[in-house]
């Protein structure tokens, strides 16, 4: 059984610091799981671009106000605690933020630590190792 606590990652190599957001990753490839889990924050007032092509992606709100814009499927949804979207279909997306949101977040493939956004907003696929997979 693995048990952790957010003020355990705070300050270590799971606390990750985007641009516009922190994601504090609970769950890695290394734990062997088969999927990872994180707690994020995005900043109000700011504008993220997203194109998981690597990995399916589950958001689930539980903190604040942001606008989701599926630009595959040209619509739009308000995004408040107690929605989930998830990115089965790989879509390119916007999430606007309005205040500051909270979400938990599903990966799967896992993440292995410390990716960030490509210029396309995509994570590379890696492995536990950190190599290619
Ligand atoms: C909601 C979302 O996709 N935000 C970008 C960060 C990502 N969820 C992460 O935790 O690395």
Redesign the pocket.
């Known amino acids: 059984m693995i048990v952790r606590r957010l003020d355990e990652i705070s300050g270590t190599n799971r606390d ?1 610091e ?1 641009p516009t ?1 922190v ?1 504090r ?1 609970f769950l890695l490839a290394d734990d062997q799981v088969g999927f990872s889990l ?1 707690d ?1 924050v ?1 900043y109000a007032g700011t504008v ?1 671009n ?1 194109w998981y092509r690597n990995h399916i ?1 589950a ?1 689930y709100c539980i903190e604040g106000h942001a606008t989701l814009q599926d630009l595959d499927n040209d619509e739009t949804h308000d995004i408040r605690p107690g929605t989930l979207y998830t990115l089965n279909g790989h879509e390119r997306h916007t ?1 606007t933020v309005h205040e500051d949101v909270r ?1 938990v ?1 599903v990966f799967n493939p896992p ?1 292995t630590g410390g ?1 960030l956004h490509d210029d396309e907003g995509t ?1 590379p696929l890696l492995t536990a190792e950190g190599a290619p997979s």
Do not use: I
């Open positions: 990750v985007g957001f994601s990753r994180h994020t995005l993220t997203m992606e958001v999430l979400m977040c993440l990716e994570y």
